[in-house]
């Protein structure tokens, strides 16, 4: 249905679904061994903390976004927010509201959200938490050394330490998944989409979305009005996507087909 949750009108289906969508984005092994065990000792992995951390902040930021500038009651306005973030966060592309109604300080947010996607072991896409705690932790420890030249700081994730080939791994992904970000954007501006129907196209294919965040392609609408060479571009975009980006460039690769 093109209302697609909000049909319902229903919280109980919200919160359910809510539940499932969150489960979606965490690590599906370490929930595994969780309920073989200790269930809480999934909330001390520091990718899931930080996901569920995110994901509640921005949800109280939306909330309070909306009690100021659209008179939206406080229970409300957690409700519809909460379910338009974790959506958009894991992934999972449902709506109860048409959140591309909210202003630029929205769009802005969940254009980051879907581009940073879930947790890694889950069914979202993404960048991937655990590679941008990899790179803040870099970050910070680059930033100790400039202050601390003669001080010794060895990065960590997870109590292991963080050595240069994951480094180069993760920088790589990270640089890679921009440029066909941006490549993906410039091919839809080129084909006439405006700005926010590129960005967010390109960003809602990359990381297996669904919807866009304006009102050609936003939850309130699907992609009927995008033309078909736009559409062929934004499946390559949902494949690479999908599959991680090396699968794809690897298969592409003429020397891999020379052997």
């Known amino acids: 249905k093109n209302m697609s949750i909000g049909h319902f009108d229903s919280i109980y289906t919200e919160i359910v679904t809510i539940v499932f969508m969150l489960i979606s984005a965490l ?3 370490l929930i595994f061994y969780s309920l073989r065990n200790n269930f809480m000792d999934l909330f001390k992995n520091s990718q899931v903390q930080f996901f569920l951390l995110l994901v509640s902040l921005i949800t109280l930021i939306v909330m309070f976004w909306l009690t100021k500038f659209y008179e939206v009651d406080y229970l409300q306005a957690l409700r519809i927010s909460s379910f338009a973030v974790i959506s958009i966060a894991t992934g999972s592309g ?6 591309s109604e909210w202003g630029t300080f929205t769009t802005l947010l969940f254009l980051f959200l879907m581009l940073l996607g879930g947790c890694s072991g889950s069914s979202s896409c993404g960048l991937k938490i655990f590679r941008i705690q990899i790179l803040l932790k870099s970050s910070f420890t680059l930033i100790k050394k400039i202050i601390q030249p003669r001080g010794v700081f060895i990065p960590t994730y997870n109590s292991n ?3 240069e ?3 180069n791994s993760v920088t790589g992904y990270f640089f890679l998944y921009l440029l066909i970000f941006g490549g993906l954007t410039l091919i839809l501006s ?3 989409q405006d700005v926010l129907t590129a960005l967010s196209g390109a960003a809602a294919a990359l990381a297996n979305v669904g919807p866009g965040l304006n009102e050609i392609i936003g ?3 699907n992609y009927f009005e995008i033309t078909t060479f736009s559409k062929f571009f934004l499946c390559i975009g949902m494949l690479v996507g999908r599959l991680e980006l090396f699968p794809i460039l690897i298969l592409l690769s003429p020397q891999l087909w020379k052997r």
Do not use: M, R, V, W
């Not at 449902?94 to 959140?99: G, M, P, W």
């Open 219 to 221: 939850p309130a609408n």
């Open 190 to 192: 080129f084909d006439g």
């Open 94 to 99: 449902f709506s109860t509201y048409d959140f």
């Open 161 to 163: 330490e963080i050595n």
């Open 27 to 29: 690590p599906f092994i």
């Open 165 to 167: 080939e994951i480094l």
